[in-house]
């Protein structure tokens, strides 16, 4: 009998500026292509730092997908597929999750599955991500990325 394993890809930068991102502004990334490697799951990764003054106690990061189910035509959220800043309305978007940033001067990172915000049925072949700053301050000019590692399956 076969066995199904995870196999994982590499991990490869989503095109995100998240340096200088100003509290209370979202930034979209640019979209990323499913249509070659055709993963079925992804696990998203963001970094961001909190500037030197100013971070609230209760300051956080919102994280949120966005798709396409037309190849890349139009987007879910009324993103635009670019890196760039995002205007339209979030609650349009897919919650991915949030990061507690409630500290000055710190690195916050976290892990996101992205199968599972787009309920396991497996990743569409265009989509990206949105970042919200609710920290209470400018994001640091450092530090700010994103990236992915795609999941898709072997038979041993």
Do not use: C
Request: proline residues 1%; aromatic residues 8%; negative net charge.
């Amino acid at each position: 009998m076969a066995t199904i394993n995870q196999l994982y890809g590499t991990s490869t930068a989503i095109t995100l500026t998240l340096t200088s991102l100003t509290n209370t502004s979202l930034r979209q990334s640019a979209v990323v292509s499913n249509t070659s490697d055709k993963f079925m799951d992804a696990k998203v990764h963001v970094r961001v730092k909190t500037n030197a003054s100013g971070t609230s106690a209760t300051g956080l990061v919102n994280v949120f997908a966005y798709a396409s189910a037309d190849a890349g035509t139009t987007y879910s959220g009324g993103a635009s597929g670019s890196d760039a800043a995002y205007t339209a309305n979030k609650d349009n978007l897919i919650y991915l999750g949030s990061i507690a940033t409630v500290a000055n001067s710190t690195t916050y990172d976290d892990l996101f599955n992205l199968g599972a915000a787009f309920g396991f049925a497996g990743i569409p072949e265009k989509w990206g991500i949105v970042v919200e700053n609710l920290s209470g301050a400018t994001l640091d000019a450092s530090v700010g990325s994103a990236w992915y590692q795609g999941i898709s399956a072997t038979v041993a």
